[in-house]
């Protein structure tokens, strides 16, 4: 243990993508690494101001070396090239302002606007992992990623997601990666009462965390289920104000996955982080898979979902939720379960194992 700590250097997660989908998978490994290692989370998600205020982030920074550093002159940029010599120029100034024992890049290989390459030449003598999720072939091939990934990458990983990703014959497998290990009932019991539902209410959560052009669809199903389902509470988990008449029901906090354990049922859609936080918690999840350039939700939503058939309309699910029996979807959902394992422990333990030889190797040379 003791060699572990005397490695020098932070470890740089790139975590670059506008919504909540890499941002919580690099806090996922950073609430485990934090505990030995300095992190420096670079993202430019519009929600990294939202985790900087919770109280869950400043419970975890209280304890841990980890700081979240917001890529933000790129939003100013007026086309894609602009944006990637941005992307670029922050990038180098975090790889210049200290020393980096690892470089993490999540999902995107080469960066989002494939600005990469060019800083892998600040850290020649530096490990790098990719965490590879699921990625669209035609891009892979287009962007030769496969001989990319085995030049540039000591160490790839797969973050427990199915559907067989295009590199995975190169990756390790972990479970999937979840923020928190299962909730304490004593936190499901609060959130509930403070939310005003009895034991026997039922709460249908509505997670609107898409892409913000998704946002009405959510307000739209909030509204609608609200009318239609008098009996049921219904509740929007969302950073975005629903219309006025709807805001009571709203709930804007974070991390989602304390008020998907106070849920009975979840209906949002498929995403890496809706889809297996909700397992994590044994969460009964109608989901609605979302068109993605890098991502195949319908593959997680034929895992998850409740709903074997594919919701075209509203009326579809209204109609999916009147066959529920929520006494037996409740009953299951309580009753004790073997405890699901958090990748994130093991990706922490992969990646320290990996950069322990260069570590030797570079006090060596000195």
């Known amino acids: 243990m003791q060699a572990d700590q005397d490695f020098c250097g932070s470890w740089l997660i790139y975590a670059v993508g506008g919504g909540w989908g890499h941002l919580t998978r690099a806090i996922s490994l950073a609430r485990i690494a934090g505990l030995k290692k300095k992190l420096l989370i670079a993202s430019n998600s519009q929600y990294c101001q939202i985790v900087k205020a919770s109280s869950y982030w400043q419970e975890l920074t209280a304890n841990r070396s980890i700081e979240l550093c917001n890529l933000e002159s790129s939003k100013s940029a007026c086309n894609q090239e602009e944006r990637k010599e941005s992307f670029k120029s922050e990038l180098k100034a975090l790889l210049e302002s200290r020393t980096f024992e690892c470089f993490i890049v999540d999902t995107f290989p080469r960066g989002l ?11 020649k003598n530096t490990p790098k992992v990719f965490i590879h999720r699921d990625l669209n072939e035609d891009y892979c091939r287009s962007f030769e990623l496969r001989s990319f990934v085995e030049r540039n990458f000591a160490l790839t990983i797969n973050p427990g997601e199915g559907g067989n990703p295009y590199l995975a014959d190169l990756a390790i497998e972990t479970a999937a990666w979840v923020l928190k290990d299962a909730p304490e009932p004593a936190n499901r019991n609060r959130l509930r009462s403070e939310l005003g539902l009895k034991t026997a209410d039922n709460l249908i959560l509505v997670c609107s965390s898409g892409v913000c052009a998704e946002h009405e669809i959510y307000e739209e199903i909030t509204e609608q289920l609200s009318l239609r389902f008098p009996e049921h509470k219904i509740r929007c988990l969302s950073p975005h104000a629903l219309k006025p008449e709807l805001e009571h029901l709203r709930i804007c906090y974070w991390p989602g996955i304390d008020y998907f354990n106070a849920a009975d049922l979840l209906i949002g859609a498929a995403g890496y982080n809706t889809t297996n936080e909700s397992a994590a918690l044994s969460l009964p999840s109608i989901l609605l898979p979302q068109r993605r350039i890098y991502d195949r939700q319908e593959l997680r939503s034929s895992e998850f979902s409740l709903n074997k058939n594919a919701i075209s309309c509203l009326q579809d699910l209204i109609a999916c939720i009147e066959t529920l029996d929520f006494d037996n979807l409740k009953e299951r959902r309580l ?23 260069a570590a030797v190797t570079r006090e060596r040379e000195r």
Do not use: H, M
């Not at 606007?113 to 850290?123: A, S, W």
């Open 113 to 123: 606007l494939g600005e990469l390459p060019d800083l892998f030449k600040l850290l």
């Open 335 to 357: 009753s004790p379960k073997r405890e699901r394992k958090n990748g994130a422990v093991e990706a922490f333990e992969l990646i320290l194992n990996q950069i322990k030889p």
